[in-house]
T-cell receptor, first 112, second 114 residues
Framework: ETGVTQSPTHLIKTRGQQVTLRCSSQSGHNTVSWYQQALGQGPQFIFQYYREEENGRGNFPPRFSGLQFPNYSSELNVNALELDDSALYLC???????????FGSGTRLTVV | GESVGLHLPTLSVQEGDNSIINCAYSNSASDYFIWYKQESGKGPQFIIDIRSNMDKRQGQRVTVLLNKTVKHLSLQIAATQPGDSAVYFCAESRNAGNNRKLIWGLGTSLAVNP
Protein backbone atom coordinates (compact mmCIF):
# COMPACT_ATOMS: atom_id res chain seq x y z
CA GLU A 1 0.00 0.00 0.00
CA THR A 2 1.53 3.31 -1.06
CA GLY A 3 1.17 6.43 1.03
CA VAL A 4 0.50 9.97 -0.07
CA THR A 5 3.19 11.36 -2.35
CA GLN A 6 3.67 15.00 -3.24
CA SER A 7 5.78 16.65 -5.89
CA PRO A 8 7.96 18.55 -6.08
CA THR A 9 9.44 18.50 -2.59
CA HIS A 10 10.89 21.99 -2.89
CA LEU A 11 10.17 24.86 -5.25
CA ILE A 12 11.32 28.46 -5.63
CA LYS A 13 9.16 30.88 -7.59
CA THR A 14 9.16 34.60 -8.26
CA ARG A 15 6.36 36.89 -7.09
CA GLY A 16 3.62 37.07 -9.72
CA GLN A 17 4.33 33.65 -11.18
CA GLN A 18 2.00 30.66 -11.15
CA VAL A 19 2.69 27.28 -9.56
CA THR A 20 1.17 23.78 -9.71
CA LEU A 21 1.68 21.29 -6.90
CA ARG A 22 0.78 17.63 -7.27
CA CYS A 23 -0.48 14.95 -4.95
CA SER A 24 -1.05 11.24 -5.39
CA SER A 25 -3.49 9.90 -2.84
CA GLN A 26 -3.03 6.74 -0.85
CA SER A 27 -4.32 3.60 -2.52
CA GLY A 28 -8.04 3.21 -1.85
CA HIS A 29 -8.57 6.84 -0.85
CA ASN A 30 -11.00 8.98 -2.83
CA THR A 31 -10.77 12.33 -1.05
CA VAL A 32 -7.94 14.84 -1.07
CA SER A 33 -7.56 17.86 1.19
CA TRP A 34 -4.97 20.60 0.83
CA TYR A 35 -3.45 22.59 3.66
CA GLN A 36 -1.04 25.51 3.88
CA GLN A 37 1.41 25.49 6.78
CA ALA A 38 3.42 28.62 7.44
CA LEU A 39 6.65 28.24 9.39
CA GLY A 40 5.93 27.66 13.07
CA GLN A 41 2.17 27.49 12.55
CA GLY A 42 -0.45 24.78 12.32
CA PRO A 43 -1.83 23.81 8.92
CA GLN A 44 -4.65 25.92 7.48
CA PHE A 45 -7.36 24.23 5.41
CA ILE A 46 -7.40 25.37 1.77
CA PHE A 47 -9.97 23.06 0.19
CA GLN A 48 -11.06 19.46 -0.20
CA TYR A 49 -11.84 17.45 -3.34
CA TYR A 50 -14.19 14.50 -3.42
CA ARG A 51 -15.19 12.70 -6.59
CA GLU A 52 -13.44 15.31 -8.71
CA GLU A 53 -15.41 18.23 -7.26
CA GLU A 54 -14.51 20.83 -4.67
CA ASN A 55 -16.16 19.83 -1.41
CA GLY A 56 -15.48 22.64 0.99
CA ARG A 57 -13.07 25.56 1.02
CA GLY A 58 -11.22 27.51 3.66
CA ASN A 59 -10.49 31.21 3.78
CA PHE A 60 -8.25 31.42 0.72
CA PRO A 61 -8.65 33.71 -2.31
CA PRO A 62 -9.77 32.43 -5.73
CA ARG A 63 -6.21 32.47 -7.02
CA PHE A 64 -5.89 29.21 -5.10
CA SER A 65 -7.60 26.55 -7.19
CA GLY A 66 -7.45 22.82 -7.58
CA LEU A 67 -8.36 19.75 -9.51
CA GLN A 68 -8.97 16.12 -8.74
CA PHE A 69 -8.55 13.49 -11.44
CA PRO A 70 -10.40 10.20 -11.99
CA ASN A 71 -7.56 8.32 -10.29
CA TYR A 72 -8.10 10.61 -7.25
CA SER A 73 -4.78 12.37 -7.61
CA SER A 74 -4.98 16.12 -7.24
CA GLU A 75 -3.33 19.39 -8.15
CA LEU A 76 -3.16 22.68 -6.29
CA ASN A 77 -2.68 25.75 -8.48
CA VAL A 78 -1.74 29.17 -7.18
CA ASN A 79 -1.77 32.17 -9.50
CA ALA A 80 -0.16 35.57 -9.03
CA LEU A 81 2.13 34.33 -6.28
CA GLU A 82 2.75 36.61 -3.33
CA LEU A 83 5.60 36.54 -0.84
CA ASP A 84 3.19 35.41 1.90
CA ASP A 85 2.40 32.29 -0.12
CA SER A 86 5.76 30.91 0.99
CA ALA A 87 4.85 27.88 3.09
CA LEU A 88 4.73 24.10 3.29
CA TYR A 89 1.77 22.83 1.28
CA LEU A 90 0.37 19.58 2.59
CA CYS A 91 -1.90 17.14 0.87
CA UNK A 92 -3.94 14.64 2.85
CA UNK A 93 -6.01 11.80 1.46
CA UNK A 94 -8.84 9.92 3.09
CA UNK A 95 -11.54 7.41 2.31
CA UNK A 96 -14.64 9.57 2.26
CA UNK A 97 -14.90 13.09 3.54
CA UNK A 98 -15.20 12.37 7.22
CA UNK A 99 -12.61 9.71 7.97
CA UNK A 100 -9.03 10.09 9.11
CA UNK A 101 -6.42 11.70 6.93
CA UNK A 102 -3.04 10.45 5.76
CA PHE A 103 -0.65 13.29 5.02
CA GLY A 104 2.12 13.55 2.49
CA SER A 105 5.47 15.11 3.35
CA GLY A 106 4.52 18.35 1.67
CA THR A 107 5.94 20.74 -0.91
CA ARG A 108 8.05 23.58 0.43
CA LEU A 109 7.26 26.65 -1.69
CA THR A 110 9.44 29.73 -1.46
CA VAL A 111 8.32 32.90 -3.23
CA VAL A 112 11.04 35.49 -3.78
CA GLY B 1 -13.48 33.33 17.00
CA GLU B 2 -12.78 29.69 16.45
CA SER B 3 -9.49 28.45 17.73
CA VAL B 4 -7.68 25.44 18.91
CA GLY B 5 -4.67 26.47 20.90
CA LEU B 6 -1.93 24.98 22.98
CA HIS B 7 -0.93 26.23 26.39
CA LEU B 8 2.82 25.78 25.99
CA PRO B 9 4.79 26.37 22.81
CA THR B 10 7.74 24.24 23.98
CA LEU B 11 8.17 21.33 26.35
CA SER B 12 11.44 19.80 27.44
CA VAL B 13 11.50 16.43 29.24
CA GLN B 14 14.04 13.86 30.30
CA GLU B 15 14.14 10.54 28.50
CA GLY B 16 11.99 8.05 30.36
CA ASP B 17 9.75 10.66 31.93
CA ASN B 18 6.10 11.07 31.06
CA SER B 19 5.09 14.01 28.87
CA ILE B 20 1.82 15.89 28.96
CA ILE B 21 0.85 18.21 26.13
CA ASN B 22 -2.26 20.32 26.57
CA CYS B 23 -4.73 21.79 24.15
CA ALA B 24 -7.73 24.11 24.51
CA TYR B 25 -10.54 24.49 22.03
CA SER B 26 -13.33 27.01 21.85
CA ASN B 27 -16.12 25.45 19.79
CA SER B 28 -18.42 23.14 21.71
CA ALA B 29 -19.81 21.85 18.39
CA SER B 30 -16.56 20.01 17.72
CA ASP B 31 -17.11 16.30 18.12
CA TYR B 32 -13.84 14.72 17.08
CA PHE B 33 -10.29 15.51 18.14
CA ILE B 34 -7.02 14.26 16.78
CA TRP B 35 -3.42 14.49 17.87
CA TYR B 36 -0.73 14.63 15.21
CA LYS B 37 3.04 14.43 15.44
CA GLN B 38 5.13 16.34 12.93
CA GLU B 39 8.84 15.74 12.61
CA SER B 40 11.06 18.20 10.84
CA GLY B 41 10.62 18.05 7.07
CA LYS B 42 7.71 15.63 7.24
CA GLY B 43 3.96 15.81 7.08
CA PRO B 44 1.79 15.35 10.18
CA GLN B 45 1.47 11.78 11.40
CA PHE B 46 -1.69 10.56 13.11
CA ILE B 47 -1.15 9.57 16.75
CA ILE B 48 -4.52 9.09 18.36
CA ASP B 49 -8.05 10.43 18.16
CA ILE B 50 -11.03 10.72 20.44
CA ARG B 51 -14.70 11.39 19.90
CA SER B 52 -16.69 13.76 22.05
CA ASN B 53 -18.71 10.92 23.61
CA MET B 54 -15.54 9.65 25.28
CA ASP B 55 -13.37 11.04 28.10
CA LYS B 56 -10.29 8.93 27.61
CA ARG B 57 -8.67 6.81 24.99
CA GLN B 58 -5.44 4.84 25.19
CA GLY B 59 -3.01 3.77 22.55
CA GLN B 60 0.48 2.40 22.64
CA ARG B 61 2.31 4.62 25.17
CA VAL B 62 -0.15 7.44 24.52
CA THR B 63 -3.35 8.49 26.22
CA VAL B 64 -5.70 11.27 25.22
CA LEU B 65 -8.00 12.85 27.79
CA LEU B 66 -10.96 15.02 26.87
CA ASN B 67 -12.69 17.37 29.27
CA LYS B 68 -15.68 18.85 27.48
CA THR B 69 -16.71 20.95 30.46
CA VAL B 70 -13.65 23.17 30.14
CA LYS B 71 -13.00 22.42 26.45
CA HIS B 72 -9.61 20.91 27.09
CA LEU B 73 -7.76 17.88 25.87
CA SER B 74 -4.36 16.50 26.62
CA LEU B 75 -1.91 14.02 25.18
CA GLN B 76 0.08 11.94 27.60
CA ILE B 77 3.17 10.11 26.39
CA ALA B 78 4.53 7.48 28.72
CA ALA B 79 8.26 6.80 29.04
CA THR B 80 9.18 9.50 26.54
CA GLN B 81 11.90 8.52 24.09
CA PRO B 82 14.25 10.63 21.92
CA GLY B 83 12.22 9.55 18.89
CA ASP B 84 9.23 11.35 20.38
CA SER B 85 10.93 14.71 19.78
CA ALA B 86 8.70 16.58 17.34
CA VAL B 87 5.98 19.21 17.15
CA TYR B 88 2.62 17.98 18.38
CA PHE B 89 -0.63 19.42 17.11
CA CYS B 90 -4.14 18.94 18.31
CA ALA B 91 -6.79 19.28 15.64
CA GLU B 92 -10.44 19.84 16.13
CA SER B 93 -12.90 18.38 13.66
CA ARG B 94 -16.52 19.21 13.04
CA ASN B 95 -18.96 18.72 10.24
CA ALA B 96 -18.87 21.63 7.80
CA GLY B 97 -21.71 20.75 5.51
CA ASN B 98 -20.77 17.57 3.70
CA ASN B 99 -17.16 17.51 4.67
CA ARG B 100 -15.13 17.41 7.82
CA LYS B 101 -12.83 20.34 8.36
CA LEU B 102 -9.76 20.12 10.56
CA ILE B 103 -8.88 23.18 12.64
CA TRP B 104 -5.39 23.04 14.01
CA GLY B 105 -3.67 24.57 16.97
CA LEU B 106 -0.26 26.23 16.85
CA GLY B 107 1.69 23.20 18.00
CA THR B 108 3.91 22.29 20.94
CA SER B 109 7.52 21.44 20.34
CA LEU B 110 8.59 18.48 22.47
CA ALA B 111 12.30 18.09 23.14
CA VAL B 112 13.48 14.89 24.82
CA ASN B 113 16.79 15.15 26.64
CA PRO B 114 18.87 11.97 26.84
Amino acid sequence: ETGVTQSPTHLIKTRGQQVTLRCSSQSGHNTVSWYQQALGQGPQFIFQYYREEENGRGNFPPRFSGLQFPNYSSELNVNALELDDSALYLCASSLGTVSGYTFGSGTRLTVV
Amino acid sequence: GESVGLHLPTLSVQEGDNSIINCAYSNSASDYFIWYKQESGKGPQFIIDIRSNMDKRQGQRVTVLLNKTVKHLSLQIAATQPGDSAVYFCAESRNAGNNRKLIWGLGTSLAVNP
